[in-house]
């Protein structure tokens, strides 16, 4: 994931940054909970497409 794309990005439910978990090729908003696929290394940032994560993840801290 570009590091200058991330820094422009923000969820469109919350407005809060994003992190990039690049194991599961996602986009993470712990503010409103939701994860947003990458697919062929686009972003899909739509509410629609995006999982509702579970509590664990977001209270984990990313490197």
């Known amino acids: ?4 794309l ?3 990005l923000v969820c469109p439910v919350s407005k809060a940054p994003l992190e ?5 090729q996602e ?3 712990k503010a409103s909970g939701l994860a947003y696929p990458i697919r062929d290394e686009i ?3 739509l509410e629609s497409e995006a999982r509702r994560m579970q509590v664990d993840e977001k ?4 490197p």
């Open 1 to 4: 994931m570009d590091k200058e």
């Open 6 to 8: 991330l820094s422009i």
């Open 20 to 24: 990039y978990d690049s194991k599961n």
């Open 27 to 29: 986009l993470l908003c």
């Open 43 to 45: 972003p899909v940032m």
């Open 59 to 62: 209270l984990k801290k990313r």
